[in-house]
């Protein structure tokens, strides 16, 4: 992931909800899914990187879908996370 590139996040309670999210969310800008997570609990988040407006109109639709078929418990915009940061992104984003 760039330096410069934006991180977004959506956690949902459920899959589907994620799902659902993660889609609208791919479709709605130019952002790349870097991986999703458990929580436990039935929570899940999923993560993204790309420019800072791309990653704002990405998670906003997330959440807008999301909202439909199940919960959001949160989200969240990152506009220039720490490289250190990197380490606790989902095994799939660090290769």
Do not use: C, Q
């Not at 309670?13 to 997570?37: F, H, P, Q, S």
């Amino acid at each position: 992931m760039a330096t410069s590139a934006a991180l977004g996040l959506i956690e949902t309670r459920g899959m589907t909800a994620l799902i659902e999210a993660t889609d609208a969310a791919l479709k709605a800008a130019n952002v790349e899914m870097i991986g999703w997570r458990k929580a436990g609990r039935g929570l899940v988040t999923s993560f993204f990187t790309g420019e800072v407006a791309a990653i704002k109109s990405a998670i906003a639709a997330a959440e807008a879908a999301a909202v439909k078929v199940g919960e959001v418990t949160a989200t969240h915009i990152i506009p220039r996370p720490h490289d250190e940061l990197a380490g606790m992104y989902p095994e799939a984003a660090r290769g």
